[in-house]
């Protein structure tokens, strides 16, 4: 079939017609007014031949008039891509040989840079779309314009927005004009531009009726003609929204602040991992007394705040709770929201009485002693805590008798019903809270006594930390490569993982290294991603680039060396300083400084414990997901990653098969994985929180963020998505939307941090502290505003970022 009526079209046929062409067939099947027209299907272009005599036909039945030529690829107007622009449209065509050459150029912009660009940007296979055209009658419109059923600036569910100017709808949607834009909610407004409210009220209904039918928001085109007919010109999800927070049973609005950034996650967490993750941490916040419900908002993590910011008690404690975890942005969407009056204090609230209020009364009671004994001990607190590692350590690994799929998934399951009663915890977790709170309280001590500058030199080069420990063992290993120096440089790091991994890579201390760290990798809370020990590739990435520092000084156990040092010197001198002037919070103020440095470093230790029966747990699932993929029950054995705990227990022991359920949710894994923003908080309606705040003033350029470690580095940046192909010149500037322990590999080589994300105290700024280097967090939109090879000067102290368009007269500050 090579042309086809618009009115004959289905929603069964977008490998056929594309997907304007469907969406224009739903709705003239369901009564609206579109323009007539007809489609030259996929079929047509996989012969690489216009059906000249169909087409003309088809024209000539329409009238022969003026009619608009329109793409409609296989891949378009779908619900994670909408193309919108990137394949053209031929407006005002007429007669059968212009008709005939605008449906060859759409054909040919199926291939255009434009398109081919967007389409590897989504992962989207070159080979595998064919391209429709889409040929109506020209409307005359009096005005045009797009609706959106939710609102596409601020990602709320319950306004409609719509853009509209005289003429034509493509100077809308091109940009070309200014236009009038109007907000569709229950408020009412007098009636201005070019639109009436009877124009107005007839959208929203056209809205209300599409999203309903979709069951998503939409994207619709539109046009009014001279006579005031309303025609439907496209529908299509709209695509750039956050999925909403999930329909829930308690009393709206609701507020929920995104967790998964705190472990340095910006990508979405598999669904097992997900599982996971949501009960481990509800009940770690339990055991403190606070009930935060976990929730899956489009595969992160988000934490319902909204019955503690109704409460009386919490909410005053709440924006500073933030400060040590969530950081400056989540700080300043929580006093929003806390100022919002829909969030108003309630009676009542989330303290905990019963059980629960004695289950936290010991919390406290077991936090004061462990607490107190790290201060008073740290030695000891740390020869327990690392004891305490290795006791979790071995205790993680799976009896040797495990044989079948079902023995495994009962291993795994007690594992994770087990996973917060060990008695180890208090060891490990105590001793970082007791490092942590050294580390904070002198800030408000020395307040007019020394600068937050200069207590964060006193926290450089912390020792202790397992983390710069691993880091530091991987430049070990590249410093003793021997001849292999240039194999390492010259293959690719994913050629030398599978060589490795085959046996086929010379020695050059991997397997050891990996004995130790192999259960570590980037994003490693999440059980669906691979470790180290199973994917090397970054670690091989790193190894290339710690090869290209060929100046010792620059050496990252040299800037190690260097921190440290200069941080014992900044210790004593503040110390003496604080002493003389306020001689009772100086002594108090030195004394927490010097149990910071014997204890702050161990604030990894904890991630790196609870990797240990994690990885173990991930182990078993992949060898319960070969049984079920021998069995023909799931297509690979990491599918079962993509399942719950409970579902892969009904394939283990029932045998039901959820290939389906695998493959849809894998899918939306690859939408998400592609998103570029995760909102740092949403309402129950759908608001991103921070698109309703306040904004900056446009300044010179220069980005603001927060400065997390001080120094002043000019040089060029290095934006960075995955840190497993990651090249680092020494001398790059690092700039990531956020970053975990997996990423710090990648700090040895750069000479300053820029993270989109994190809390001063969060994993990235407090390596780069100890190595020495500026970082500047909280940088809005710094991976897509800052393009790689561009100097920028990183200024920690400022917590500024300063993009420059030609070098500078020199390039100070070199790490």
């Known amino acids: 079939m090579h042309v086809i009526a618009l009115s004959e079209v289905t929603a069964a046929m977008t490998a056929l017609v594309g997907g304007k062409a469907t969406g224009l067939g739903e709705l003239i099947r369901h009564g609206e007014q579109v323009p007539a027209g007809f489609c030259v299907t996929t079929e047509a272009h996989r012969l690489g031949v216009v059906p000249t005599a169909e087409v003309v036909a088809a024209y000539h039945r329409l009238g022969a008039g003026p009619v608009a030529v329109r793409s409609s690829a296989t891949a378009e107007d779908l619900p994670d891509a909408s193309f919108a622009g990137q394949q053209d449209t031929v407006l ?51 005005v045009a314009g797009v609706l959106f059923t939710a609102n596409p600036l601020t990602g709320r569910r319950d306004e409609m927005a719509v853009d509209a100017a005289p003429g034509l709808g493509t100077t809308v949607v091109d940009g070309a004009t200014a236009v009038d834009h109007y907000i569709l909610d229950d408020v009412a407004r007098d009636e201005t531009g070019c639109l009436t409210a009877a124009q107005l009220t007839r959208l929203r209904a056209v809205g209300e009726r599409w999203q309903t039918h979709f069951g998503y928001p939409q994207d619709i085109e539109w046009a009014i003609d001279a006579n005031d007919v309303l025609w439907l010109l496209q529908s299509r999800p709209i695509t750039s929204l956050f999925p909403a927070p999930p329909p829930s049973e308690k009393p709206l609005p609701r507020v929920y602040l995104e967790f ?26 339990a055991a403190l007394g606070v009930r935060v419900e976990i929730v899956d908002i489009g595969g992160r993590l988000y934490g319902d705040l909204t019955d503690l910011a109704r409460d009386r008690s919490a909410r005053r404690r709440l924006v500073k709770l933030l400060a040590v975890d969530f950081g400056p942005r989540a700080q300043a969407v929580m006093h929003h929201v806390l100022a919002d009056p829909r969030f108003a204090p309630t009676t009542g609230g989330t303290r905990p009485g019963g059980a629960a209020g004695a289950a936290s009364l010991r919390t406290a009671g077991r936090a004061v002693v462990g607490i107190l004994r790290a201060l008073a001990r740290p030695e000891a607190a740390r020869t327990r805590m690392f004891e305490a590692i290795e006791k979790l350590r071995v205790g ?7 044989r079948t799929a079902a023995d495994r998934l009962r291993f795994v399951q007690a594992q994770d019903a087990d996973a917060d009663a060990d008695d180890t915890a208090d060891a490990i977790m105590w001793p970082i809270v007791a490092g942590m709170l050294a580390s904070a309280l002198p800030t408000a001590l020395l307040r ?32 003793e490569v021997g001849d292999h120096r240039q194999l390492l440089l010259d293959t690719p790091p994913a050629e030398l993982a599978a060589r490795y991994l085959r046996g086929t890579l010379p020695d050059i201390g991997m397997a050891a290294f990996l004995d ?176 309703v705040l306040p904004s900056s003033p446009a300044g010179d350029g220069t980005l603001v963020g927060v400065g997390a470690s001080a120094g002043r580095v000019t040089g060029p940046a290095r934006v960075v998505h995955d840190p497993g192909s990651a090249h680092i010149e020494p001398g790059d500037v690092l700039v990531a939307a956020t970053t975990d322990p997996g990423w710090t590999p990648l700090f040895l080589t750069a000479a300053a941090l820029v993270t989109e994300t994190g809390a001063i105290m969060a994993h990235g700024p407090t390596v780069a502290r100890e190595y020495g280097i500026p970082a500047v967090i909280c940088v809005p939109d710094a991976t897509r505003t800052i393009r790689t090879g561009q100097l920028v000067t990183v200024d920690g102290s400022a917590g500024t970022v300063t993009p420059h368009r030609q070098s500078p007269p020199d390039r100070e500050g070199r790490q």
């Open 260 to 285: 998964g950034h705190v472990q340095g996650m910006r990508q979405p967490v598999t669904p097992m991992g997900m599982a996971t993750l949501r009960t481990q941490i509800a009940a770690m916040l």
């Open 92 to 142: 005002d065509v007429t007669g059968d040989t212009e008709l005939i050459a605008a449906i060859e150029k759409c054909w040919a912009s199926l291939h255009g840079d434009r398109a081919t660009a967007y389409r590897d940007a989504r992962g989207i296979d070159h080979h595998a779309v064919r391209m429709a055209v889409v040929v109506q009658r020209m409307v005359t419109p009096t």
């Open 516 to 691: 130790v760290y192999g259960h570590r990798g980037a994003a490693e809370v999440d059980l669906g991603v691979p470790r180290w020990a199973e994917d090397p590739t970054p670690v091989f990435a790193a190894v290339a680039n710690y090869l290209r520092v060929t100046d010792p000084s620059q050496g990252p156990d040299r800037r190690f060396q260097r921190a440290a040092s200069a941080a014992e010197t900044a210790l004593r001198e503040l110390s003496t300083r604080a002493r003389r002037r306020r001689p009772v919070r100086g002594r108090l103020a030195g004394f927490l400084l010097r149990r910071a440095r014997s204890l702050a470093g161990l604030r990894e230790a904890g991630k790196f414990a609870g990797l240990y029966p994690l990885a173990e747990t991930r182990r078993q699932l992949l060898l319960i997901g070969a049984d079920l993929h021998d069995s023909g029950l799931l297509d690979k054995p990491d599918d079962i990653m993509f399942l719950t705990l409970d579902e892969a227990q009904t394939v283990v022991h029932q045998g039901v098969d959820l290939r389906g359920t695998v493959t849809a949710r894998r899918a939306v894994h690859r939408r998400e994985l592609r998103r570029a923003t995760v909102p740092v908080a949403l309402l129950s309606d759908g608001t991103d929180v921070e698109t």
């Open 396 to 402: 993680s690994a799976a009896p040797a008798d495990l």
């Open 448 to 479: 007019g006594v020394a600068s937050p500058d200069e207590i964060h030199a006193v926290l450089g080069g912390m020792p202790h930390n397992v983390t710069i420990e691993m880091d530091l063992a991987l430049w070990r290993l590249a410093q």
